[in-house]
């Protein structure tokens, strides 16, 4: 079972498909932290990290 967070998600206005992956939450914020750098965001905000593990979920 792993994890997943889809960025469209999170950021609906993105226009992107791109799906973060990983086996723990805690991979999944690493890999979604790298994800974001690819849309300009350079810091993880406390409101953004919300948004992130509300997507989050069971593949
Ligand atoms: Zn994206």
Same mark, same amino acid.
């Given at each position: 079972?792993? %994890?997943?967070?889809?960025?469209?998600?999170? *950021?609906?206005?993105?226009?992107?498909?791109? @799906?973060? #992956?990983? *086996?723990?939450?805690? *991979? @999944?914020? #690493?890999?979604?932290?790298? /994800? $974001? %750098?690819? /849309?300009? @965001? /350079?810091?993880?905000?406390? &409101?953004?990290? &919300? #948004?992130?593990? $509300?997507? @989050? /979920?069971? &593949?």
């Amino acid at each position: 079972m792993s %994890k997943v967070l889809e960025c469209s998600k999170v *950021d609906p206005t993105s226009g992107c498909n791109y @799906i973060v #992956r990983g *086996d723990t939450e805690e *991979d @999944i914020l #690493r890999n979604a932290a790298v /994800h $974001a %750098k690819e /849309h300009g @965001i /350079h810091e993880v905000t406390p &409101e953004l990290m &919300e #948004r992130v593990k $509300a997507n @989050i /979920h069971e &593949e």
